[in-house]
Each structure stands twice: as structure tokens, then as C-alpha cells.
């Protein structure tokens, strides 16, 4: 039998796909329970024992079956995907109920991988949109909306150009939050409606670490206390510079 059919498949070509599938489920926010529950839900299907060590920036993984034993170290490189961890996760339950061999995994996962990332300028339209409905949320009227919509089309814009352009994500997090907070107090200083502070307090709402925040919560529920703190500590770093883009904002336009 071939690789596609019989479980007992050839234990380097395994390292290696399960290295990159649980590298990319890394990298695109996953949580490290669910990243070990894939792996491992497909390593039974092929007949293998797996053992993972997830670390904050790579994985460890070594399969043995009978007296032989593979071991591969993968290091994640991309951003945040929803899409990614979704359509992974469905692909090792496919493989898991045997509706896929090891060939048309390897082959869906490269498809995955491939695929275009949404449209930047909706992701920034639509941010903006979101974080503008955080306003309202907290009771903001319709001059802070708008100014919170335009403090996050600008702060979006800025942070992705200055990551692009080679800066530290914290410095660029730093720099979107002074720039938003500037925006937001446009009805503060003109005299625009009745909420003016609430539309500085929810300009930087756009830049809360939500997903390592979230992850980190569950890393350390379920014993990963490594990734854990890894993700806490990331996440108050993004938090404390967004904080200070606040107070910069503040220091620079001198509002009382």
C-alpha cells in the first residue's frame, strides 16, 4: 500500500508535515492545547507515538513507532490567522476519520498556507468600524465615533507601515496609539459634542492584545505555564505601549 492509504507512512515525511502544521497553528494564534490535540489526534491515525514541547516561538516534536524515533524543531514566521487555525483544525479531522492520506494533507496544507491574506484595506475599514462601535458602546456620541473611525483608519495605516518598514511592533503599537489619541481629541479641542473624552479613552481599543491575553489564560488553565507567561508578558508590553501612546498623546497637546 502507498503512503495515501496505509497508516504506517514513512516517519520523516511525518516529522516533517507535523512540524509545519503545528508551526503555522503556532504562528497564527492558536491555542497550545488545540495545536497538541491535532497533532496528536492525526499521529494515531498514522500509527505513531507523538511527543511535543511547545515553546513561545518554536515546537519541538519527536514521533517514534516501534524502535524508531524522528525528532524536528519548527520555528513559526507568520501573523495572527483565523482562517488558518479553522481550516487546520478541519483538516486533522479529516485525516484523524481517514477521509485523508498523508499526500492530500500535505497537499491541503500547502493550499492553506498559499492563500491570500484578507484584503488589507478591508481589515482597516473594518477596524475602524468596530473600534467606532466600541465608542458608542460606552456611550460616545456621534463626533467621537467619527473621530475614533478616523483616529483608527490613521493608527491602523501607521502601525502596519512602520512593521513593514522594519520597526519593533512595540514601537510601532507606541506610535499608532500617540497618532489615534491625537485624532480622538479632535472633538475635545474644536468643541465637537458632549463626549470628547470618551472618544480619546476608546481611540487605542483597536491595539488591546486580545488574542495573547486570551491565549495566555488558557495556556496557563491547561499546565503551559512557559507559554503562558510567554503570551502575558507580550501582551502587557503591547498594553503598557499603547498606555504611553496615550499619555504621549496627552504631553504633546497639553489638554487638562
Known amino acids: 500500500m502507498n503512503s495515501e492509504s496505509h497508516p504506517g507512512c514513512n516517519l520523516a ?3 516533517d508535515f507535523f512540524s509545519d502544521y503545528s508551526a503555522y497553528l503556532l504562528s497564527s494564534g492558536c491555542t497550545t492545547l488545540r495545536i497538541e490535540k491535532n497533532v496528536r489526534r492525526m499521529a494515531k491515525r498514522f500509527g505513531v507515538d507523538c511527543v511535543m514541547t511547545v515553546m513561545p516561538k518554536h515546537i519541538e516534536i519527536m514521533l517514534s513507532r516501534g524502535g524508531e524515533a524522528d525528532t524536528r524543531m519548527a520555528y513559526w514566521t507568520s501573523g495572527v490567522n483565523f482562517y488558518a487555525i479553522t481550516s487546520l483544525s478541519r483538516l ?7 477521509k485523508l492520506g498523508l499526500d492530500s494533507a500535505r497537499r491541503c496544507l500547502a493550499a492553506i498556507k498559499s492563500k491570500a491574506r ?3 484595506v478591508f481589515v482597516t475599514l473594518a477596524a475602524a468600524v468596530a473600534n467606532a462601535s466600541f465608542c458608542r458602546l460606552f456611550r460616545g456620541d456621534a463626533w467621537a465615533m467619527l473621530f475614533v473611525f478616523l483616529a ?7 502601525k502596519n507601515k512602520a512593521v513593514r518598514a522594519g520597526f519593533d ?3 510601532a503599537c507606541l506610535i499608532a496609539a500617540c497618532l489615534s489619541a491625537i485624532i480622538a481629541c479632535g472633538p475635545h479641542i474644536f468643541g465637537l459634542g458632549a463626549t470628547p473624552d470618551v472618544a480619546v479613552a476608546t481611540s487605542v481599543l483597536y491595539l488591546v492584545p486580545g488574542i495573547p491575553f486570551i491565549n495566555a489564560f488558557s495556556d496557563f488553565i491547561n499546565g503551559h ?5 510567554s503570551r502575558l508578558l507580550s501582551a502587557l508590553e503591547t498594553t503598557a505601549c499603547l498606555g504611553t501612546g496615550l499619555v504621549l498623546a496627552d504631553y504633546i497637546l497639553k489638554l487638562q
Not at 152 to 158: A, K, M, N, S
Open 225 to 229: 505555564y512557559v507559554c503562558s507567561m
Open 152 to 158: 483608527t483608519l490613521g493608527g491602523f495605516c501607521v
Open 92 to 98: 486533522s479531522w479529516k485525516v484523524a476519520e481517514g
Open 169 to 171: 511592533s512595540r514601537v
Open 118 to 120: 484578507m484584503n488589507i
Open 13 to 15: 515525511v511525518l516529522e
